[in-house]
């Protein structure tokens, strides 16, 4: 996919103003004059390729989860959600770990911190949130505990160190021993850090 993305990069219009692309997803800023041309040529480079796409409507293009608007030269970004995403999570009073619930409610709350780029639509993901938590039967002062500001041991004064984060893919028997030592030299780090 890299040298296929080469080839469409080096031989685009000049009008191209912006090519980020995740996966199989792309989001794209070029002339609109440009626009047919240029999809006629990336699905033309390579037959199992085949790009479709969706231009802007009202000034606004959804990507991923991510909705872009275009207000003058600048892009504002703020949380996307399909029309039938129905607000449903895992229900606080499931029979799941503690762990997962408070996953739901910091993974969505730091999507809204990384994607609103303005406090108005950070305000608005965030009220909204909270009502969702509610309606999933997570407490205001659960998910407010869930949602505050982490401080920061450096804050305290205490040495901090750099922490560098891997994933790998799970593997079966093997992914739960690896996790197991893995764990017992972080808390051995620990211990000899303080």
Known sequence: MQRVENE??????????MWTRYVD????????????????????????IQFEME???????????????RVGDILVTSVYRKATHTDRL????SDHPICHK???VKTLWN???????????????RSRLTRVFWANGYQNQVAKRWTAPQRRKIDRGETQTATTRITVPYVSGVSEVAARILNKKREEHRTQIQ
Request: glycine residues 6%.
């Open 111 to 125: 999507r809204a911190e990384r994607v609103c780029s303005t406090e108005a639509s950070l305000k608005e993901e």
């Open 55 to 69: 231009k802007e409507a009202e000034g606004k293009l959804p990507f991923l989860d991510v909705m872009v608007k």
């Open 25 to 48: 997803d792309v989001f794209a800023i070029l002339k609109d004059r440009d626009v047919d041309g240029f999809l006629e040529q990336l699905n033309g480079k390579h037959e199992a």
């Open 90 to 93: 895992l229900d606080f009073g």
């Open 102 to 104: 408070k996953s739901v």
């Open 8 to 17: 469409i990069l080096s031989a685009a219009p000049t009008s191209l103003k």
